[in-house]
Nanobody, 123 residues
Framework: VQLQASGGGLVQAGDSLRLSCAASGRLFSQYALGWFRQAPGKEREFVAAIRPNGATYYADSVKGRFAISRDNAKNTVHLQMNSLKNEDTAVYYC??????????????????WGQGTLVTVSS
């Protein structure tokens, strides 16, 4: 599976941005999909995930502001980001894999990773 993230950019605090991740491969609908981010000087951290059955998971820092969705017909996963804050500035990565629930928010739970897209939030 190859993943290609897009949609990053420079926005102001309070703005919205929608990230997309396009995937190749026939088993897309069977994979859990996740978004992670890595800010400068920090470790990569979990943002959101969606299971094949549509169940969603969010980091506490983005809950209520971000929404993850998937379109199996188009092999894409989206991350709608609203009310962006300076601390949301990071490179955002999409990931996919046969993830079990207990590892949904962990890097090691995913098998495939996209190249990342930069989101910069200015005040």
């Amino acid at each position: 599976v190859q993943l290609q993230a897009s949609g990053g950019g420079l926005v102001q605090a309070g703005d919205s941005l929608r990230l997309s991740c396009a995937a190749s491969g026939r088993l897309f609908s069977q994979y859990a999909l996740g978004w992670f981010r890595q800010a400068p000087g920090k470790e990569r951290e979990f943002v959101a995930a969606i299971r094949p059955n549509g169940a969603t998971y969010y980091a506490d820092s983005v809950k209520g502001r971000f929404a993850i969705s998937r379109d199996n017909a188009k092999n894409t996963v989206h991350l709608q980001m609203n009310s962006l804050k300076n601390e949301d500035t990071a490179v955002y990565y999409c990931a996919a894999g046969r993830v079990i629930v207990s590892t949904m928010a962990t890097i090691r739970g995913y098998d495939y990773w996209g190249q990342g897209t930069l989101v910069t939030v200015s005040s």
